[in-house]
């Protein structure tokens, strides 16, 4: 069977996208880089261990945010299960309650921390979710 050149370059196109996407999301999980408005947080699972993760912090209407920008999201899942987060800053962790946002909440810290293309061309154009961190 003989495959038309169009669609073969469509594919090798296609595949060196999904590698690209892949090395920035694994490179990222990785060296989890630290600076300007990044935050460690701390999710737990029902057995109640702990898992640390470098996300950045938002901010609008006065509320803080972390957002799930990428596909590789199990911290999210087991938040969703456990609605509590710790945040290390300044020396000191603070749990927070897990405030999962939608509707006009989620499109307004959307609009007040817009994702730039080229960041969302490298993770594959991801869903975008928020969480809000809900002092306890």
């Known amino acids: 069977m003989k495959i038309n050149k169009g669609i073969k370059l469509a594919l090798i196109l296609l595949a060196v996208y999904v590698g690209i996407v892949v090395l920035f999301e694994s490179s990222l999980g990785f060296f989890q880089p630290e600076a300007g408005n990044t935050i ?11 898992y640390t993760r470098v996300v950045s912090l938002l901010i609008s209407a006065g509320n803080e945010y972390v957002a799930v920008n990428h596909w590789p999201r ?16 300044d020396g000191g962790q603070t749990i927070f309650g897990a405030g999962m946002v ?14 730039p ?14 969480v809000r961190l809900d002092p306890q």
């Open 117 to 130: 293309f080229a960041f969302r061309f490298l993770t594959g154009f991801p869903p975008r979710y928020f």
């Open 102 to 115: 939608s509707g006009v909440e989620h499109d307004q810290v959307q609009a007040d921390n817009p994702t």
């Open 40 to 50: 460690v947080i701390e999710t737990f699972d029902a057995g109640g261990n702990g």
């Open 74 to 89: 199990a911290w999210y899942r087991r938040l969703k299960e456990t609605p509590r987060i710790g945040v290390t800053r």
